[in-house]
């Protein structure tokens, strides 16, 4: 079945450091991809998301683009801030199963000062 | 107002109690989602509902079960809780259109049980 891999957190940086979460997955077809970010104490929230092939999402500062020759969808920025801190989840729809989320298990990322 | 919000925030209980986590979304979605949340685990699906009547079975479901009392509220239930039900829940909505698969979370709601 479809399946989704992210890093092993936790990933600790300092303030302006370049961050990468790297996911990759497994799926038939192509399915739409998303991260989702949970700050301390509340629910997950989109992120960005992309929908086919090439495609970049980007919100925030952060970037994804949707590589299907590696089947990978890294999350990336530039330059990182303390209010970054939280956990960042990786997702793909299954299409083959009433579209429902297949989740990674999430990288924890603590920016120092 | 949040859109999909989620009660209690925060409950203790003791093994055996019947315990409700109630959620209620403002947004319109017909789809509704029950998650749990543990550390090194992810988010595993407990039950899902697509409308009022249809009720599906998650990757998790034993020990739990679940009420769909209109397309605004979705209520999971522990009939006799369990310490290893120790954990944070999460409801989450997505509209059924086609061309969106976004979910969308309530705050949680952190459930022990001792």
């Known amino acids: 079945g479809d399946s989704v891999t992210q890093m092993e957190g936790p990933v600790t940086l300092s303030e302006e450091a370049f961050l990468t979460i790297n996911c990759t997955y497994t799926?038939?077809?192509?399915?739409?991809l998303f991260w989702y970010v949970q700050y301390p104490g509340e629910g997950l929230q989109l992120l960005l998301k992309a929908t086919k092939a090439d495609d970049k999402g980007s919100n925030k500062g952060f970037e994804a683009t949707y590589r299907k020759e590696t089947t990978s969808f890294h999350l990336e920025k530039g330059s990182v801030q303390v209010s970054d801190s939280a956990v960042y989840f990786c997702?793909?729809?299954?299409?083959?199963?009433?579209?429902?989320?297949?989740w990674g298990l999430g990288t924890s990322l603590a920016v120092n000062p | 107002d949040a859109d999909v919000t989620q009660t209690p925030r925060n409950r203790i209980t003791k093994t055996g109690k019947r315990i409700m986590l109630e959620c209620s979304q403002t947004?319109?979605?017909?789809?509704m989602y029950w998650y749990r949340q543990d550390p090194g685990l992810g988010l595993r699906l407990i039950y899902y509902?697509?409308?009022?009547?249809?009720?599906n079975k998650g990757e998790i479901s034993d020990g739990y079960s679940v009420s769909r009392q209109a397309q605004a509220k979705f209520s999971l239930s522990l009939e006799s809780a369990i310490p290893n039900q120790t954990a944070l829940y999460f409801c989450?909505?997505?509209?059924?259109?086609?061309?969106?698969?976004?979910?969308?979370f309530g705050p949680g709601t952190r459930l022990t049980v001792l």
């Open positions: 997702a793909l729809v299954d299409a083959g199963n009433n579209r429902k989320l297949i």
């Open positions: 989450a909505t997505q509209w059924a259109g086609a061309g969106t698969d976004t979910q969308y």
């Open positions: 509902s697509f409308d009022v009547k249809d009720i």
């Open positions: 799926a038939t077809g192509y399915p739409s």
């Open positions: 947004k319109g979605h017909d789809r």
